[in-house]
């Protein structure tokens, strides 16, 4: 077993990807072609041409995939040190209510302002790619979906806030134990 002093020296911030398909537009094309297919599967008589034009389908459905598949990164985010963040939380104190002086709504569960913390905690935890200015105000203000920028903030946040395990696969788990036993 490895001694504490070597696994320190060897420390690594947490990180994970998240993949944001920057052509959300090509979904309502699948999606279309999805009920298209599925029609066209209910509605079957087993004649060669049904069959014929539920492969087309198919076949488009696949292209339209492999298109959002290109237009698809794979964003890495990085936890922050322990100081920094907690400096980071002190940079954005929830906000409160101008007549009651109580904790705004909004604010109180996570214990940050969200009107400013969110954007700052995508960007400070982006580290690949590496956007200019302008490239941050254009994916951020219109690029993303609110739902893409959630998965984001939300994969930055449990980087910094959530335990790390050592994952689990049991796909693997299974191919490593039945190559093992050959």
């Known amino acids: 077993m490895t001694d504490f002093k070597t696994l320190l020296a060897g420390a690594r911030l947490p990180e994970a990807t998240v993949p944001v398909c920057l052509r959300g537009d090509l979904t309502a094309e699948f999606e279309d072609l999805e ?8 509605e079957t008589t087993a004649s060669l041409e049904d069959v014929t034009a539920a492969a087309g389908i198919a076949e488009r459905m696949e292209q339209v995939r492999q298109d959002m598949l290109q237009h698809t990164y794979q964003f890495r985010l ?7 963040w907690r400096a980071f939380i002190a940079q954005h104190p929830p906000r409160k209510d101008d007549e009651s002086g109580a904790i705004v709504e909004q604010d109180r569960g996570v214990g940050v302002n969200t009107e400013t913390f969110f954007d700052e905690l995508v ?4 580290v690949d790619p590496e956007l200019t200015e302008d490239e941050w105000k254009l ?7 609110d739902r893409q920028f959630d998965t984001l903030a939300n994969a930055a946040w449990g ?3 959530r335990d790390i395990d050592v994952p ?8 490593t134990r039945s190559s093992a036993t050959e």
């Open 35 to 42: 009920r298209q297919l599925d029609q066209a599967q209910r």
């Open 78 to 84: 990085r936890a922050m040190p322990r100081p920094a």
């Open 123 to 126: 960007r400070r935890s982006v």
């Open 139 to 145: 994916l951020l203000d219109q690029a993303l979906t």
């Open 159 to 161: 980087l910094n806030r």
């Open 168 to 175: 689990f696969s049991l796909a693997a788990s299974r191919m």
